[in-house]
């Protein structure tokens, strides 16, 4: 039982390790330890370790090279304080640091990160300046505007890193910047507790921030931020702004206060439009995490998560589990290893949702992908598939973009029209079946033909809505090894498709469109655009006094009114609102006025290639013109993908030449070009 762990990490920094540790081994408080990290150094911090001994230090090697993130988690699974505080080798506590922190969160259990003001230090050592930040006071409007407001060697208490899940591999860079959004944004409280420094940070010339490329938009993945800058001018600009872009997307248990509203949306999920089902497979469990945040980053959010743990082992609790900073995430256990498709059906016995969306543990979602999906199926009711960006397994490169076609009622007996990441009606599933687990492989190729094959008409959204990591797994290989074993088990299975004894009742599908997105809560987010048809300017001109909060009484939302104020009100909500009269007299006036469309979602795109790529999926080989009648080549012409029509008619013009066939394979080209 110790009160303080100092977790400190090391990467070939042993030159300045023994300051580092002297400046912890001096503190005037003695309730401490020191955990310290080699994340693989190829220098010697072991023997400075071992010159500057101290019995309250612990050594430990990673095992491996898990970057700054991945060592600052590896050390506090080590670490056993009530409250904990990293320390990067190079730098040093400043006196008293420990003392001042601590007895901080002692005093106040409502403070859960205690910061303290940061000197700086030549490289050598010499030339201790006080720095001009970290600012006065911790701003929530700032660290949501790209103004980190702490540094990184800030005091939290220990469940700070266990409700979060801590740092995110993918946070190469300024790392600690979301840790404190999602700290201070999911019920934790920061504080700056004095002006006195807590830190020494060493400038170096070839130190990790030097030689990054500017800390990146560390918001992004954060759809409540106040937008993104790219000057520190602007983003003041933006910490400052009289109201919330999005507060329809705040969580409640934000540390900053809303500026027009009592309270922040109490959103209601009870009822989930979606659920996101998400299996697990062995070696992918350090990437699920990566796919719950892009949820939590989502400009729409009435979903729920399943995850199925697929591997056959049941997983550590605590900081340990790979869903640790996700306590929402609903976890099925499964009681044997599964393949991906029986990991679905598993999951999908868990939904409850309106709609499931098939979402795999390495793949992340862009934050305006539910949105783009949900609208399109509200106003479809159909399967909403869509093109992806391709990731070579390193998130900090330009990604490809894999374009897949439109829909073409058919064509999936040809090949696998796109990926599994697709939003699937829950009612459509259970009448297919679910995936067939007997399957040696392609079990997501004939869902899809059985999802057809039952009606299900498909809806391809307007842009790329998920990243696609390419490398990081094996079964899609595998498939792809058996496919001459696979090709006729699947033809042998839809035969009467392939033989044109039945057709697709796909063929009179309407066509695609939006629906306007509305959220349950209590009170409800909105996701309005502001258009006339959805929203209405209203005066209100009643009689109570002060701020006058008024319940909607069809959408649920509330709106927050002075005498005269003027503000947009919900149109079904409006039409009541106008009815209400006292003594004869409306509480309320239409202003004549066009509304303004409301902040749209702040998100940056991540870097894309000039060129798109080829989406790859499994496809029939192209099957002989020859051995067919003209007959039978009309009634599958219109089944048949590009590349077939193009392979049947040169096989036609180098062989038998048939007049009727080649007029039916030229118009056809002829009607797609």
Known sequence: DVKVSVIVTTHNLARYLGDCLDSVASQDFEDWECIIIDDASEDDPHSVVKEHWNSKFHFQRSPENLKLPGARNFGFQQAKGRYIIFLDADDMLAEHAL???????????????????????????????????PFTEYSWYGQMAHLNQISYSSMMRREVMERTGGYRDRHWRAEDAPLWIAATSFGFRAKKITEASTLIYRNRNDSKSKGEPGDGDWTSWFPWRMGFATHTRDAFQLAQSERHPRADLVPWGAQGLPQDLRFWYVPDYTEPLVSVVIPVGEGHEKYVIDALDSLVAQTFQNWEAIVVNATGKLWADGFDSPVAGAPWAKVVNAATKLKPAGARNLGAEYASGNAILWLDADDLLLPHALEEMVSLYLGTGGLIYTSQL??????????????????????????MWHSMMCLVPREAHIKSGGFDISLPGWEDWDYLIALQAGGLCSYKTDQPTFVYRMHTGSLREQSFSIREELHPIIIEKWIDYHEGKKHMPCSKCPGGRKAALQQKGNPAPQMSNGSPDEMILLEYQGTRMGKVLIRGPVTNTYYTFQKGQQKFVM????????????????????????????????????PVLEKAVDPIFPSMPVASVEDMTVSVLEGSIGEADDRTIIEWLRQEREGKQRKGALKILEAEMNGRA
């Open 571 to 606: 149109r079904s909500d409006a039409d009541i609102l106008l009815s209400r009269t006292k003594k004869g007299i409306s509480d309320f006036a239409i202003v004549a006025h066009e509304p303004k469309p409301q902040a749209a979602p702040a998100f940056t795109r991540p």
């Open 99 to 133: 003392m001042l922190l601590s007895e901080a969160l002692d005093a106040d259990p409502n403070i859960h990160i205690a910061a303290g003001h940061l000197d700086t230090v030549s490289e050598d050592g010499s030339n201790r300046t006080r720095n001009s930040w």
């Open 390 to 415: 391709h990731s070579d397994g390193d998130l900090s490169t330009p990604l490809a973009l894999w374009e897949v076609p439109e829909f073409k009622c058919g064509a999936v007996l040809q090949q």
